[in-house]
């Protein structure tokens, strides 16, 4: 691999180790300084929902500026919101008003991140010099370090709370992986992020020539069955695994005196996508994106139909470790195949709305298989978790914009950066 794919890599694992970090953290400061458990929830709610606006919006900004720059600047701003929380800490004194602030100057930063780094990706390969597969395997490769990731990142977090306490300066290690972040990408070429003359040439200035190119970039992501079906797949999975992690685990594990199997079934789902990724990237050309893409289909919805079940304890986290097993290399492929049916010019728009779809997803869940497991008990939100993802599946497999996985027309990348 190329030094700017190993330095991708680099600031990739930085800036997520960081949010793996502040996941942990964060809830417990604000619960601590507000002594509201509503507090956490507003502010998860708050965040999210700018966190999804600043996501469609990031994509205009995506598509006319040099991405690697984008990159740099919203982890700087990520790591100056977190960097914050201390110094309002000792100078204010922190309250959920704060929180909020700080929270959604972080969401201005991280959602534009997300999307830069996606749309680096072609450029990257490109640039290596890498032959046909390089994309999965590249791809295969980043699912496989976010696995790893999502094991570490909340691990060090509960290490820094049993080293130091629920302390705002704690997070002063999230702000150094963010600012870390920021730095490994100033050492990739600037060619990696650039817009083509002709690209940047073309975009329309003011009001009217964003909302012209955020209408374009929406007509094409709903007008693609494709990048259209690997979309709605993602928020599903997404929404349900939000309701799964916030109401069905900690409920059941609860009522079968076993609260902390709840977080080890989120850590089998990691770990199951940690391995399966890698194999993924390792059977690039060997296997089809259509057989993975099936096994992943039928093998996420007899996990959640074993889940839905909540036979036993063992068999639930079986099936949470068997869920990420299959998922692995299905979410790799429907990033790919996203990624090489978008042109260039509009990739930033189409990532930046997909990625807000997907964030806004859980909101359709959470509360109503909440008032399902509230109002007709647990066993029967088990089963409505099961029942969407076996009609989704069934939808999934019969579409046929899921057929052309291994035959699809691949968008022109640019020829000048």
Known sequence: MSRNIWVYLGSYSLSLLGNGVASVLFPLLV???TGDILAAGVLASVTAAVAAVVGVLAGVVVDRVNRRTVSIISDVLSAASVAAVPIVDAVWGLNLTWFIVLGVIGAFGDMPGMTARETLLPRLVRLSGAGPGALDRLVGLRESLAGALMLIGPGLGGLLIWMFGVSSTALLITAGLSLGAALLSLA??????????AEASSAKAGFRGVLVDLVTGWRFLLGHRLVLGATLVSAVFVAVFAALQATIL?????SEDLPEFSGFAATGIAVGSL???GVYAATVGKVSRRAWFVLGMVGVGIGFIAIGAMAAPWMVLAAAVFIGLTNGPMSAVLGVATIEATPDEMRGRVLGAQNALVLAAP???SAPIAAVAAGFGLPAAGIAIAAVMIV???????????RSL???????E???V
């Open 31 to 33: 619960l601590a300084k």
């Open 188 to 197: 990739m070429s600037p060619r990696v992020g650039a817009i083509p003359p």
């Open 250 to 254: 900690p409920a059941y594990f609860t």
């Open 275 to 277: 391995l399966s990724a």
């Open 363 to 365: 909101a359709l869940t």
């Open 392 to 402: 989704t599946v069934v939808v999934a497999l019969s579409a046929r914009a899921f």
């Open 406 to 412: 291994d035959t699809m027309e691949i968008a022109a």
């Open 414 to 416: 640019p020829l000048e």
